[in-house]
């Protein structure tokens, strides 16, 4: 079993992933897991979370209905280490899988995949469409409209932080310090 290099896991993404909303949504979450692992204290681990967060959603494009299913195939026929096929699995779980997020990384992961996407909507709406002018009331305000990035579970976002033991407010804060490191709205 290999451990990927970057390179080679961004080689494996654009082999399944061609949209750009796909490619600039699996850079949010790497930038994002690499936040979270350096401010958990995995700075030893920072380019494994790196690559769990540019892969979790390596075959949501071509098979969707196989979300988090395919994927675990795909990285088992080429080898890949079983810890980032579990891990990028385990973002699903509940929704496609019966993989429940254990490692604090594989919780992360959970609960701000969603987020990423909300804050980047929420972030869109502002004059500056940026993060980092973005603060959690607006993101608060925007994410009690059932309607608005509706396709961003809140269930899902919950239910990560509580996996966390993480209050919501202190998940979207964290969340966008960590966006605003990459600065790349979805």
Known sequence: ???????????????????????KHALIVESTMRYFSRKLGYENEEDFWG???????????????QHCIKQQEIMRERGIDPRI???????GYALTVDIEPQHEMEKVLYAVDELTGLIGAVALMRPSRSVSDLEVKSVRKKYKTANFAAGCSREVIERGAAMLGWELDYL???????????????
């Open 85 to 91: 096929i579990r891990a990028t699995a385990s973002h």
């Open 1 to 23: 079993m290999s451990q990927l290099t970057r390179s080679e896991a961004w080689e494996l993404l654009t082999e399944y992933n061609k949209e750009e909303f796909h490619l």
């Open 51 to 65: 690559i769990v967060g540019l892969l979790h959603d390596l075959d949501f494009e071509f098979y969707p209905e």
């Open 172 to 186: 979207i804060e964290q969340t966008i310090l960590a966006m605003r490191e990459c600065e790349v709205v979805e």
